[in-house]
């Protein structure tokens, strides 16, 4: 009679395979990190956007309002793609280019960007920082002192309109807007944190400035001297500081938004507010003054909570 095999057994030896594999993928990996580790290389790049094509020569024959609209510059849009690192956004000196100073490991790390000039004159100019390798292998060559504190800044010319676009991920940045003159702004960050501050008021208001972030933290000081007509503060899974004050010019509409985490709206001084919070409770002001700029402020709260202070 036939002996049986046993499926415990078989099962056994069949785990210890895949084990083994694993094992051995692992050893190969942390191979290639000690590798690479050992060949790091740090580069400096600088790179810059020739925002001055957008300047048009306003003809002799044209003169008043119409002349100056001919010679003002015609802006464009920024769009930042930036990941895994440290990120920091500066006012440059009038007249100055568009430019990005970076400090990485060129052998983990891609920077690149791309300039167009579209037909009405505007531009569209792309930055995008990126990771080449897998993130487990980053993390071991972290481990085996192969790992470099990447970092980028960013200089915007404060005498050219700007539609700011950022979307980051993995990392941190810090901003100081103030001064400069965008016409929009839109900043989307994920599992990772970041400080804004506008610390003085904007060439002029913006139409919409828009802040979401998952996964992580967020400070934001001083949106008043952005005055936009549209404010939206999203944030899932994590912590938010926003900080109203500042001179607002115009009316506005804001919403913030909180799911699985907590939120800090700091009201502004020398401005009507109207809104009411999503447990009823009733935040008009009853010294409303004729002539104030009206923050009309909307709060969505989920599994969270927006404590709203003065």
């Not at 990996?29 to 060949?39: F, P, T």
């Not at 080449?132 to 470099?148: P, S």
């Not at 400080?195 to 003085?200: C, D, K, P, V, Y």
């Not at 001179?247 to 699985?260: E, F, K, P």
Request: proline share 4%.
């Amino acid at each position: 009679m036939a002996e049986k095999r046993g499926c415990f057994k078989t099962g056994c030896l069949g785990c210890l395979g895949v084990l083994g594999v694993g094992l051995l993928f692992l050893v190969i990996l942390a191979g290639v990190a000690w590798n690479g580790a050992r060949d790091k290389e740090v580069v400096d790049r600088e790179l810059s956007a020739p925002t001055e094509v957008a300047q048009l020569d306003a003809p002799d024959v044209v003169s008043g309002e119409a002349r100056e609209a001919l010679a003002s510059p015609k802006g464009g849009r920024l769009v930042l793609n930036l990941n895994q690192g440290e990120f920091e956004l500066h006012r440059g000196a009038p007249g100055q280019e568009l430019t990005i100073k970076a400090n990485f490991d060129d052998d983990i790390y891609n920077l690149e960007d791309k300039f167009e000039t579209l037909p009405d004159s505007t531009w569209v100019y792309q930055v995008r920082f990126y990771r080449t390798i897998g993130g487990m292998q980053a993390l071991l060559r972290q481990v085996f002192g192969g790992g470099h504190n990447n970092s980028i800044h960013v200089y915007l010319p404060p005498d050219v309109p700007i539609e700011l676009v950022i979307d980051s991920e993995e990392g941190g940045f810090e901003a100081d807007l103030g001064g400069l003159w965008l016409t929009s702004a839109d900043i989307s960050f994920a599992k990772g944190g970041f400080a804004l501050e506008i610390s003085e008021p904007l060439h002029e208001p913006v139409d919409s400035f828009v802040i979401r972030s998952r996964m992580g933290g967020f400070d934001a000081q001083g949106l008043g001297n952005a005055s936009p007509h549209r404010l939206v503060v999203e944030s899932r899974m994590g912590g938010a500081q926003v900080d109203l004050s500042g001179q607002w010019l115009n009316d506005c509409t804001a919403q913030m938004s909180i799911r699985m985490g907590g939120m800090a709206v700091v009201l502004p001084d020398g401005i009507n507010i109207l809104g009411v919070a999503t447990d009823g409770s009733d935040l008009t002001r009853t010294d409303q003054e004729l002539g104030l700029p009206t923050l009309s402020l909307s709060l969505t709260q989920s599994m969270g909570e927006i404590d709203v202070v003065r």
